[in-house]
T-cell receptor, first 115, second 111 residues
């Protein structure tokens, strides 16, 4: 079974802090994704990566950056945390080979609170 | 732009059948997926439709009509454990296995 592990289940940080959310997958997937999930808005894509050191902006990249130094690890960085970034953050991965409709496999999420 | 619409809430009783609709507006539509998410859990993949018609997987079926930009998820013989949020999500030909998700439908199954 694919395992996507997010480093923290709950995290509380202060406004202005630099925040790192870590995600590791164990299935050698090329594609990795970061979403945020807010009530009534579903999952919105922040950034994704289709290979090591490659990254593409999603729909809401402002205030975030990412790092993919190794294939299995994809980090989301909040450069200067703000209260409107309080949310549930979900990491996902999928293989790139074959059809583009490969299912995405999600981690359990990190509930981040910015005070 | 890209948008998906699905009802915010649906309620049903055990043993019943429920249909969750999804309409979409996207450029370069490739296919429609459905994901299930229990409270506090990770979204999990349920089904994919790339062609028009019905795909069946056990108690769950998913339908797509590309000409109507419409799909639905059909859940039969509802069980309490089916209480969850259900998201439709669109693949489009921008590549990289990227998905656009709907806002989700919260299904409550009652005894």
């Amino acid at each position: 079974d694919v395992k996507v592990t997010q480093s923290s289940r709950y995290l509380v940080k202060r406004t202005g802090e630099k925040v790192f959310l870590e995600c590791v997958q164990d299935m050698d997937h090329e594609n990795m994704f970061w979403y945020r999930q807010d009530p009534g808005l579903g999952l919105r894509l922040i950034y994704f990566s289709y290979d090591v050191k490659m990254k593409e902006k999603g729909d809401i990249p402002e205030g975030y950056s990412v790092s993919r130094e190794k294939k299995e690890r994809f980090s989301l960085i909040l450069e200067s945390a703000s209260t409107n970034q309080t949310s549930m953050y979900l990491c996902a991965s999928s293989p790139r080979g074959g059809a583009i409709n490969q299912p995405q496999h999600f981690g359990d999420g990190t509930r981040l609170s910015i005070l | 732009g890209q948008s998906l619409e699905q009802p915010s809430e649906v309620t049903a009783v055990e043993g019943a059948i429920v249909q969750i609709n999804c309409t979409y507006q996207t450029s370069g539509f490739y296919g429609l997926s459905w994901y299930q998410q229990h409270d506090g859990g990770a979204p999990t993949f349920l089904s994919y439709n790339g062609l028009d018609g019905l795909e069946e997987t056990g108690r769950f079926s998913s339908f797509l009509s590309r000409s109507d930009s419409y799909g639905y998820l059909l859940l039969q013989e509802l069980q309490m454990k089916d209480s969850a949020s259900y998201f439709c999500a669109v693949f489009f030909s921008g590549g990289y296995n990227k998905l656009i998700f709907g806002a989700g439908t919260r299904l409550a199954v009652h005894p």
